[in-house]
């Protein structure tokens, strides 16, 4: 029997206003028009625009994201407002090969990978040092996407390290559908070590058409 509680949620006006905001393709898609146009720096470096690949299509997806954290030069955390269910997050766990576009900068090359949950909790508690009144009204938003509180000890709130590449990954990530299931699964493997392995296999297996082969079916995604 598990042992994690799950606490309610207060809903507020504010929260159930945003989450109804976040949950609308076409708004949250604008922004991803103005990056692609080379325009982020609009938005400055609270945000970026990853690339990441269809775990189905393999084809290349779009998303813009607030910058939870910058550690280091080439170190960048993002979050995941709809939890472990959202697309770009279920695609990093079949591929962890993204490009990252900051502020007016073209896209960079990147290795993505979830933190652990000592690192989220870590993450998350300097983000409310730092932005205190935004984390303020927008901590009841994500309550209400994740239908679960947020606390900032043992975290529920997923989170994802975006590390730029000093080496670039053009032939692995220019022909995803041709690449290895075996890499594709040994980076799933290490960069997303909660997703169950069955369904990482088979993520893997539709990227690649390849490996994999098992009588169990596989889980929809």
Request: hydrophobic share 40%.
């Amino acid at each position: 029997m598990s042992n994690v509680v799950t606490l309610p949620v207060e809903s507020t006006a504010i929260g159930r206003v945003g989450a109804r905001v976040l949950a609308n393709r076409a708004l949250m898609r604008a922004p991803i028009w103005l990056y692609r146009a080379r325009l982020g720096f609009l938005f400055g470096s609270r945000t970026l625009m990853l690339e990441h690949i269809g775990r189905k299509s393999g084809a290349w997806r779009y998303v813009v994201l607030e910058v939870i954290g910058h550690p280091t030069p080439d170190v960048y955390i993002v979050a995941s407002g709809f939890g472990v269910r959202a697309q770009w997050f279920r695609n990093l766990m079949a591929n962890p090969h993204v490009r990252v576009s900051i502020a007016g900068d073209g896209p960079r090359e990147a290795t993505a990978r979830q933190l652990s949950t000592a690192e989220a909790d870590a993450a998350l508690s300097d983000y409310v040092r730092r932005h205190p009144r935004a984390w303020a009204k927008f901590k009841n938003v994500l309550e209400n996407t994740l239908g679960s509180a947020i606390s900032q000890h043992d975290t529920e709130l997923p989170m994802v390290e975006l590390r730029l590449n000093r080496q670039p990954l053009k032939a692995v990530i220019s022909s995803p559908r041709r690449s290895l299931a075996g890499s594709h699964q040994q980076l799933a493997s290490q960069c997303f070590p909660t997703a169950n392995p069955l369904e990482r296999c088979c993520r893997s297996e539709r990227l690649t058409n390849t490996a994999c082969r098992r009588s169990e079916p596989c889980s929809s995604s």
